[in-house]
């Protein structure tokens, strides 16, 4: 199971951190990634890091703010969202890749364990 954590309302410009923690099957042999979802739309890509956490990728509309981390000892998964902007509001979602020891993948049927979601509310 996954569990996100640390989202919340904030203004544009301030910065939250968002926490992934995995329970029962270790994420440590598997590639991992944030996506998110605004209402009305489709579930995007934001973030991947491999399974080393040698090797991360993000969206062209988070880069530079952004950063994915992980601690495969505590099986956490992080991301740091800096400046954040009007239209980062999303609900967002950690999840663990399908096949081990993977480098990351932007698509979303490439992660098989999902966490519930956390909301994220940047207001103007």
């Known amino acids: 199971q996954l569990q996100a954590s640390g989202g919340g309302l904030v203004q544009a410009g301030d910065s939250l951190r968002l926490s992934c923690t995995a329970s029962g099957r270790t994420s440590r042999y598997y590639g991992m990634a944030w996506f998110r979802q605004a209402p009305g739309k489709e579930r995007e890509f934001v973030a991947v890091?491999?399974?080393?956490?040698?090797?991360?990728n993000y969206a062209d509309s988070v880069k530079g703010r952004f950063t994915i981390s992980r601690d495969n000892a505590k099986d956490m998964l992080w991301l740091q969202m800096n400046r954040l902007k009007f239209e980062d509001t999303a609900v967002y979602y950690c999840?663990?890749?399908?096949?081990?020891?993977?480098?990351?993948?932007?698509?979303?049927?490439?992660?098989?364990?999902w966490g519930q979601g956390t909301q994220v509310t940047v207001s103007s």
């Open positions: 890091i491999s399974w080393t956490g040698g090797i991360t």
């Open positions: 999840a663990v890749a399908r096949a081990r020891y993977g480098s990351g993948s932007p698509s979303n049927s490439d992660y098989e364990y």
